[in-house]
């Protein structure tokens, strides 16, 4: 657990280690009593491949997870701040990107320009007006706050989508059950990480 203190310094521990992270550095000790400094960038990258030895691995576990946000969870368990990186490295970008950008070296989209790529691909011909207008607002959703936002069906119980119904009404008479619903969500998860549509570099 965090503990905030004055100055932009917290405290964290990391595996049982006690992490101080100043500004854009961090500060633990290591195996040996060390005291190491490194930058916070630095530091991210090796916990990152500490869990995903390549692009490739990391790749497979992403797309293969039902849920994104238990991966960004686990690395936030490692000291991942993804909120902090986001700030240092590029404004609007998604854990998906800045672990893709820090880890291996690819150059981040926002998640603005991720979801704008879903559009530009006529995605949601393919459903129903009512549908069409919920997977376009869990869209803007992912595009304001990241994955985690849309894994949830919690999220059906506000706005704009208590407007359209009921979560219990959207499941299932807009996308005919629980398991239609989350195969949309699972569909619409690939799009947006749809690698070679939205960077061309990843593969």
Not at 87 to 107: R, S, T, V
Not at 160 to 173: A, C, Q, R
Request: charged share 30%.
């Amino acid at each position: 657990m965090k503990v905030e203190e004055p100055e932009g310094v917290y405290k964290a521990r990391v595996s049982g280690v006690p992490v101080k992270i100043i500004a854009e550095r961090v500060q633990y000790l290591s195996e040996e009593g060390q005291l190491i400094t490194e930058s916070y960038r630095n530091y991210s990258r090796k916990k990152i491949r500490s869990e995903f030895s390549s692009l490739d691995d990391f790749l497979r576990a992403w797309n293969d997870a039902k849920k994104k946000q238990l991966i960004i969870d686990e690395l936030e368990g490692h000291g991942i701040d993804f909120a902090h990186l986001e700030k240092e490295i590029a404004n609007g970008c998604g854990a998906f990107d800045l672990i893709c950008h820090i880890a291996y070296d690819q150059p981040p989209l926002t998640r603005a320009e991720r979801a704008n790529n879903v559009k530009k691909r006529n995605y949601f011909t393919k459903y129903g007006d009512k549908a069409r207008a919920i997977l376009e607002a869990l869209l803007d959703k992912y595009a304001n706050e990241d994955i985690g936002a849309i894994e949830s069906a919690k999220v059906l119980r506000y706005r704009p989508f208590n407007e359209l119904g009921t979560p219990v009404e959207i499941i299932n008479e807009v996308f005919g059950g629980k398991d239609s619903y989350e195969h949309a969500i699972e569909e619409l998860e690939h799009a947006i990480y749809d690698l070679k549509q939205s960077t061309g570099t990843h593969a």
